[in-house]
């Protein structure tokens, strides 16, 4: 199993229960960014990931497809499903994340892609109103 396949399988597994293997596919100083954390350290990527267990119990990533890429780049899109906490409504959220691997095959960049307004805050209730109002505002007239 190459690395990239090593580390969806370990993302369609991910919960707060095997946080501690996140060592075997992050190299120590990886980097990792996403709309929320800019985050240097395997032990930084392990305690936003508790956070998101501990608000979201029982998240989980699914992994839609993988873009092996030039080496050692690779693109996955992925899925995650939680409990939205305020509405408590099943929710899925679509993202991507851009990977770079070191000669070890360990994750030393991790950048994840999605839209926080699209996929979170629209889906609160007062958010909700204030997002469709401002994407009025923005759009072009037809």
């Not at 070890?104 to 926080?116: E, K, L, Q, T």
Request: glycine share 4%; net charge negative.
């Amino acid at each position: 199993m190459n690395a990239l396949d090593a580390l969806c399988d370990y993302f369609e597994r991910l919960s707060a229960d095997n946080l501690d293997e996140l060592d075997v596919y992050y190299a120590a100083d990886a980097w990792f960014k996403d709309p929320f954390h800019e985050v240097t350290g395997v032990g930084a990527i392990r305690a936003i990931l508790r956070h998101t267990f501990d608000k979201l119990p029982g998240a989980r990533f699914r992994v839609t497809r993988r873009f092996p890429g030039t080496d050692p780049h690779a693109v996955i899109l992925w899925e995650m499903d939680f409990v939205m906490p305020v509405t408590r409504k099943p929710t899925t959220i679509s993202g991507a994340t851009h990977l770079t691997f070191d000669a070890d095959g360990r994750v030393v960049r991790h950048r994840d892609y999605w839209d926080a307004a699209e996929e979170l805050y629209s889906r609160l209730p007062v958010l909700k109103w204030l997002m469709r109002g401002l994407a009025r505002q923005a759009a072009a007239p037809l």
